[in-house]
């Protein structure tokens, strides 16, 4: 059983794996996208709006096909075809912007997927092994987007066509993911318990905080992607090539803090590491708002990075948690699937809300908003909170409890 355990924990850490460095190959490259599709600046908010919303409506598909259909596979097919949509985002004819769109919107659907079944096993996982090892495959995830990054830069750098740059990493990728799929490891099967819930579903308000913490997350998150490096160069008198600093720093920082995060939850809670969690992330916002100079600036977004890096982990891993404890195990990847949805619906107002906060005011003032939003995640921590005799309770149960169903049928 520990085997089983272990060869799902590792075939699933290389799925965040994957789906981190296609994620950082698309959104990196998106001017590159922008000229070889001659798309206007005035359409592409439209695309780039289009894939959050699809992966929206993904993940609210997900939660009725796990009533059928086990994460596991859902997960097992998803994934290839994300890969073969980036793949195709790239490969289209220059100036014909109809096959890049088609590709989006499969890469939009398929992630939603992606990324609500790849959470729903994550949060089963670490059930069956009775501790905290969420953060571990989120620290996966932040890793693939290093190396995605690093990718689309030396792209970039040498001014390689967008098939050139997708092909090897997809036919690297995809081969390894479906082999990998072979060990993956679902959770206990079971009803939801009608008798615990309104209408047989879910309570919102049971989710409803997490969602938000979800949501503020995702605008913290959004704001450093999509304005760091303008911030920067901007506001605090940087050189262009110092300007792509930032987020890199953020990345690395957010590994750091993910790799080491487990180990948190497991002495001090997850409550209490959310807590210090949004503390560090308001102090980095803090930082980056008054920052006389950009190695001040960097300070904070190194900040951001340690603070932000363990919130979403730990959402997802309270949710499914207090929808098992609740309602049974039917309800936790229901639960995760809704929750995932407040993903893409912090990455749709984050952005255009600090931009729009930028110009009508000040980008220093814009800071301060998702700061503020961090800091409400506060009142919200309780929620976070196992029972006593649950893990990360300080009761953790024996590793190979609870062992789920593999994939292949284990």
Not at 136 to 144: N, Q
Not at 261 to 290: E, I, N, P, Q, T
Not at 320 to 349: K, M, Q, T
Request: charged share 10%; glycine share 14%.
């Amino acid at each position: 059983m520990t085997d089983v355990l272990r060869r799902g924990r590792a075939s699933l850490a290389f799925g965040f794996f994957a789906q981190g460095v296609a994620f950082a190959l698309l959104v990196t490259r998106i001017p590159a996208i922008q000229d070889r599709y001659g798309i206007s600046d005035g359409l592409l908010p439209v695309f780039l709006a289009a894939v959050p919303i699809l992966a929206g409506a993904g993940s609210v598909t997900t939660e009725q096909l796990v009533k059928r259909i086990r994460p596991s596979r859902l997960l097992r097919w998803s994934q290839p075809v994300v890969l073969l949509a980036l793949l195709g985002v790239g490969a289209g004819a220059p100036g014909e912007v109809a096959a890049p769109a088609v590709a989006l919107g499969i890469f939009g659907l398929a992630v939603g997927a992606l990324d609500a079944s790849m959470n729903m096993l994550g949060v089963s996982l670490q059930r069956s092994y009775g501790r905290s090892i969420m953060l571990s495959f989120h620290a996966a995830y932040s890793l693939g987007g290093i190396l995605g990054a690093s990718l689309a830069w030396a792209g970039a750098h040498w001014h390689l066509a967008l098939w050139v740059s997708y092909l090897p990493v997809v036919a690297l990728l995809l081969p390894g993911t479906l082999v990998g799929s072979r060990w993956y490891v679902d959770g206990e099967p079971g009803p939801v318990r009608e008798g615990r819930a309104q209408g047989g579903g879910l309570v919102f308000k049971l989710l409803l905080p997490l969602c938000l913490v979800m949501t503020f997350a995702y605008i913290g998150d959004s704001t450093v992607s999509n304005w760091s490096a303008k911030y920067l160069k901007d506001v605090l008198g940087s050189s262009e090539q110092l300007a792509t600093v930032p987020y890199n720093v953020y990345m690395v920082t957010t590994l750091v803090g993910r790799t080491i995060g487990d180990f948190g939850v497991r002495r001090f809670g997850a409550a209490a590491v959310v807590r210090l969690g949004a503390l560090v992330a308001a102090s980095g916002f803090a930082v980056v708002a008054v920052a006389p100079g950009a190695w001040v600036g960097m300070l904070g977004f190194t900040l951001l990075g340690l603070g932000l890096c363990v919130l979403v982990p730990q959402t997802f891993a309270a949710a499914g948690r207090h929808a098992f404890e609740n309602y049974g195990p039917g309800a936790s990847d229901a639960a995760i699937a809704r929750l995932n949805i407040f993903n893409y619906v912090g990455f749709l107002i984050g952005s255009p809300l600090v931009g729009a906060l930028g110009d009508a005011w000040s980008y220093r003032g814009a800071m301060l908003v998702p700061l503020v939003l961090v800091l409400v995640t506060l009142g919200y921590a309780r929620s976070f909170a196992a029972q006593p005799d649950r893990y990360g309770g300080g009761h953790e149960r024996p590793r190979t409890a609870d062992v789920g169903r593999g994939s292949n049928g284990l």
